[in-house]
């Protein structure tokens, strides 16, 4: 078993990626590569690519991959069962990775060494004033109308029929442990299983995969963090005049505590800007929590008017978080 420190990017496949791409654009990723046949797409971090396209009859989630700490652990974990050998990665950014499958059929990478690139500047960036900390002094809030820039993927969450076979397989693998977990009513079975990183000491997301028990297997939602609230409703107020599906928000979830906001790329998956997420080291702890208190936002819009609003049997289970 190794211990993975983030997740990197998520793979998709769709039959038109100019499609694609403008969405992303417009959603606040911008182009680091592109070949006859495939997009890769970076946000403002270093990374040199947080969502990946390949062109294909249909749309499709391929899979996901999380960072390794070192060669030694892409080493380690090539010998688990089902993995691949150490390989080379044939694609813009290069690097190395192992590749598995995870029990709902989805691959996983984990990799080592993508070449990073620099970072891309920020818009509509202020200091903000605070009732009791006010720092921005004879600068003035003037913000451009413009897409919310994407700084980084921050987690992935997986519709599962079992939440406990998932999650053996990914602690088992990738060391990841439980910030929160969420019973079924009658106790009996995870019904939403948050996983964070272990990094011990070092702070890191309180979740990076998050695990939904559902009647339909597919991706929930993949989420990429942005640098703030403001950024957050500018970027809402862009994707609102471009016509995209809104799926739900904004809010702040209780678990986790991101200020959030859903939307729906052209294919259907869903896609969440958040910012402002709790931050957990090795003290934290695993909690276990109510169902009703997974799903309820500390503000915002609730699952529950969502779907009153939307007059669908919308899943929100399937919202995760
Ligand atoms: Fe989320």
């Known amino acids: ?3 993975v420190t983030d997740v990197a990017h998520a793979r998709f496949t769709a039959p038109d990626l100019d499609v694609m791409e403008t969405f992303l654009v417009d959603f606040g990723l911008t182009r680091s590569a592109r070949t006859d046949d495939t997009l890769y797409m970076r946000g403002t971090d270093p990374d040199h690519h947080l969502h990946i396209t390949h062109l294909a009859d249909k749309p499709s989630f391929v899979g996901m991959a ?3 700490a070192s060669m030694e652990d892409l080493e380690t974990l090539s010998k688990a069962d089902g993995a691949s050998a ?3 990665i044939d694609e813009p950014g290069g690097g190395y990775r192992v590749r598995m499958t995870d029990p709902n059929g989805y691959q996983v990478e984990t990799v080592f060494g993508i070449e990073t690139v620099d970072p891309l500047p920020l818009i509509n960036r202020f200091e903000p004033n605070f009732g009791s900390a006010r720092s921005r002094e004879g600068e003035l ?3 451009k109308k413009a897409p919310c820039q994407v700084k980084r993927l921050g987690h992935v969450v997986l519709n599962v029929p079992s939440c406990e076979i998932a999650d053996k397989f990914y602690k088992e693998h990738f060391g990841f442990i439980s910030s929160d977990e969420c019973f079924t ?4 079975e995870l019904a939403v299983a948050f996983n964070r990183c272990d990094k011990g000491k070092d702070f890191v997301d309180h979740h990076t995969l998050l695990t939904v028990r559902s ?4 991706l929930a939602h993949i989420a990429f963090e942005v640098e703030d609230i403001n950024a957050l409703y500018v970027g809402k107020d862009y994707l609102e005049s471009k016509g995209y599906e809104h799926s739900w928000g904004v809010g702040r979830h209780t678990l986790g505590s991101q200020i959030f906001d859903y939307w729906f790329d052209p294919y259907g998956n ?3 800007h958040w910012t402002d997420g709790d931050l957990l080291n090795v003290d934290n702890g695993t909690k276990v929590t109510p169902l ?3 799903l309820a936002t500390q503000w915002g819009v609730t699952v529950a008017d969502r779907r009153a609003s939307l007059e669908t049997d919308y899943d929100p289970l399937s919202s995760g978080s």
Do not use: H, W, Y
């Open 1 to 3: 078993m190794i211990k």
């Open 66 to 68: 999380f960072q390794a």
């Open 86 to 88: 150490v390989e080379e």
């Open 141 to 143: 809030v003037r913000l």
């Open 185 to 188: 009513e009658d106790g009996t």
């Open 215 to 218: 009647q339909v297997r597919g």
């Open 270 to 272: 869903r896609v969440e």
């Open 292 to 294: 009703s208190v997974a």
